[in-house]
């Protein structure tokens, strides 16, 4: 959604208007969805929580709640936190409607128009949306495979004129990338930051869907490792697990600034609805999150073994990626002189569409980069949706060489 939006404002909307109609009428193959697939979904498991729930609870189900979130709630994701490393003794849980929110709540307690942020470029483009929202000035900093370019960081902090607010990042199988940082990379960003002053807001909403058990352990939150002299905020969400239709999310921080938290969320909707926050709970609390998380593992690493497969098969030689360890993104790097904008404009006529490298700058500029989502892929789609793009592509490689001789 947040993609979509953010990639038609970077085109002309005539464009998109030819676009979407010459598409009309065509069953679309979407590398676009970075959400789960609808059959995936617990919907079972949902059905037998409700219907087992007694009669008080129900009605509960249907009445506000606490702003700071419903209890039980809180206790199992205490538990279900604990089990990261994350210090939720020494710190405060806060519920939010999304991690989204989570993010909303950050910017407005911390910026003012005109404040700096800075983030991984690229970056998750719904928090983009918030940072632009709110005015603020960001200042983006590369990523290679390890995680983010530490000696741009340190210059990009040497150079700025005033502290930012925050770094926003995210470490685990990170949107668009689908890379995940290095532990060695963790530290050192630690390192950095420690003593500026400058806040880590640390967005971790794919952590749970490693491929390997192995390399579960890589996954670890930096707001685990113990680090005194940096203010981590911490936040996750249930959207890639239970459903981004549960608007499930978390903020993990420390007291003061949860206090001051809890009155911008009670200023923007009150409370997380009660009906999600108990249904959430018993998913938790009655230990079915561990075994359907196996079950998406599995599922999700399938898919990203036949995309992984097909694009070796048929990708042009000049087309780079990284083999994704987890999560939903695989991004795909172009040559230089070809501009993914480009590509979509033929692709989406021929019925397949992706999001544009563009979307995910803070400038809307670098553009020689795509993401594909395999997660909401259904499997069948995946050869041929894989051909029409590869194919695409070889023709704009050729034609390229054509107009540079």
């Known amino acids: 959604m947040y993609a979509f939006s953010r990639a038609v404002n970077s085109m002309h909307s005539e464009d998109i208007k030819q676009l979407m109609k010459q598409a009309s009428g065509k069953n679309l193959i979407s590398f676009a969805g970075g959400m789960p697939n609808n059959d995936l979904f617990p919907v079972k498991q949902i059905d037998e929580i409700y219907n087992s729930l007694p009669e008080d609870l129900k009605k509960l189900c249907f009445q506000y709640g606490p702003t700071s979130g419903y209890p039980p709630l809180i206790k199992s994701l205490k538990s279900y936190l604990k089990e990261k490393g994350l210090p939720v003794d020494e710190n405060k849980i806060l519920i939010t409607t999304g991690s989204i929110q989570a993010i909303s709540i950050v910017t407005r307690e911390f910026v003012n128009e005109g404040d700096i942020i800075l983030t991984e470029n690229p970056s998750f483009v719904g928090a983009l949306s918030v940072f632009e929202t709110a005015g603020a000035k960001i200042h983006s900093i590369p990523i290679d495979k390890d995680g983010i370019d530490i000696k741009a960081l340190k210059s990009k902090i040497e150079t700025l004129d005033r502290k930012p607010k925050f770094l926003y990042v995210t470490p685990n199988y990170h949107n668009p ?23 880590l807001l640390e967005d971790d909403a794919y952590s749970d869907l490693y491929f390997n058990e192995d390399e579960k352990h890589l996954t670890k939150p930096m707001k685990s490792f113990g680090v005194k002299e940096v203010e981590i905020i911490y936040t996750g969400s249930f959207s890639k697990i239970l459903g981004p239709g549960f608007r499930l999310g978390f903020m993990l921080s420390s007291e003061e600034i949860f206090e001051k938290a809890e009155t911008v969320k009670q200023a923007m909707d009150a409370c997380t609805s009660n009906f999600m926050q108990i249904l959430g709970n018993e998913f938790l609390a009655q230990h079915k999150l561990k075994p359907y998380l196996e079950y998406l593992r599995s599922e999700y690493s399938e898919r990203k073994n036949l995309l992984q497969k097909h694009l070796q098969a ?21 040559p230089p002189h070809i501009k993914s904008t480009d590509i979509f404009k033929e692709t989406v006529t021929k019925g397949v569409v992706f999001v544009t490298g563009r979307t995910f700058d803070p400038a809307s500029k670098k553009d020689d980069r795509l993401r594909l989502s395999f997660s909401n892929m259904p499997k069948e789609q995946i050869e041929k949706g894989v051909i029409i793009l590869s194919e695409t592509i070889k023709r704009a490689i050729e034609n390229s060489k054509i107009t540079l001789s």
Do not use: C, D, H, Q
Request: aromatic content about 14%; glycine content about 12%.
């Open 314 to 334: 048929y990708m042009p030689k000049e087309i780079t990626w990284n083999e994704p360890k987890g999560g939903f993104y695989i991004w795909l790097k172009l």
């Open 177 to 199: 990338a689908g890379i995940m940082y290095t532990p060695e990379r963790k530290k050192e960003l630690l390192e950095v930051l420690s003593g500026t002053g400058i806040i």
